[in-house]
Nanobody, 123 residues
Framework: QRQLVESGGGLVQAGGSLRLSCAASGRTFSMYAMAWFRQAPGKERDIVAAISSSGGGTYYSDSVKGRFTISRDNAKNTVYLQMNSLKPEDTAVYIC????????????????WGQGTQVTVSS
């Protein structure tokens, strides 16, 4: 059973930065595409960013493009989300996901999910 554990969330002022981490168990991490989703209270879960198994391909939602950066370190079985220029509308639970295949924006294609980490951006 693959486990994903997020960390790095917290409270930050608008304009600030946070770096989220997602540590994965298992020896085949490098075969999995990874993604970050987020879900705000009363809203649907939306994709934020995705990265291919090698790290060579990335995707960003329009709302975070130019502010967030997804990366991975396969030697450490970890994927990161660097979040800069944070806005109050970025407030949400950020959730890491993995799938054995190429990256996709559809949440239904991801097989493994973390518990999430809360990010709160104050104005």
């Amino acid at each position: 059973q693959r486990q994903l554990v997020e960390s790095g969330g917290g409270l930050v002022q608008a304009g600030g930065s946070l770096r989220l981490s997602c540590a994965a168990s298992g020896r085949t991490f490098s075969m999995y595409a990874m993604a970050w989703f987020r879900q705000a209270p009363g809203k649907e879960r939306d994709i934020v960013a995705a990265i291919s198994s090698s790290g060579g391909g990335t995707y960003y939602s329009d709302s975070v493009k130019g502010r967030f950066t997804i990366s991975r370190d396969n030697a450490k079985n970890t994927v990161y989300l660097q979040m800069n220029s944070l806005k109050p509308e970025d407030t949400a639970v950020y959730i890491c996901a993995a799938r054995n295949g190429g990256p996709t924006i559809s949440e239904y294609m991801y097989n493994y999910w973390g518990q999430g980490t809360q990010v709160t951006v104050s104005s």
